[in-house]
Nanobody, 124 residues
């Protein structure tokens, strides 16, 4: 059974930092593309960052470039999202996603496995 479990969300003031973790089980983690998406109330789920299995190529949403960093630990089956310089616009539920090959890394439809999400709230 595949499980993705996010942790690390919370309430932070604008300009602050949070580190999100996603622990994966039930998959051959090193073979999977991993990503973070987020969803704010009343909005569609949107791509935040992704890291490939092969080669580890990394992609970011334009608005988080230079502030967020995605990384993976294949020995620990974990993907991390380090978030700095947070603003109220970053407030959302953050979801971890996985797929063996997400051909369109930005597209929710290409990820078969999802976590339950972790809430991030940034106060102004």
């Amino acid at each position: 059974q595949v499980r993705l479990v996010e942790s690390g969300g919370g309430l932070v003031q604008a300009g602050g930092s949070l580190t999100l973790s996603c622990a994966a089980s039930g998959i051959s983690f090193g073979r999977y593309d991993m990503a973070w998406f987020r969803q704010a109330p009343g909005k569609e789920r949107e791509f935040v960052a992704a890291i490939r299995s092969t080669g580890g190529r990394i992609y970011y949403r334009e608005s988080v470039k230079g502030r967020f960093t995605i990384s993976r630990g294949d020995a620990t089956n974990t993907v991390i999202l380090q978030m700095n310089s947070l603003g109220p616009e970053d407030s959302a539920v953050y979801y971890c996603a996985a797929d063996e090959r997400a051909h369109e890394y930005w597209n929710v439809r290409y990820y078969n496995f999802w976590g339950q999400g972790t809430q991030v709230t940034v106060s102004s």
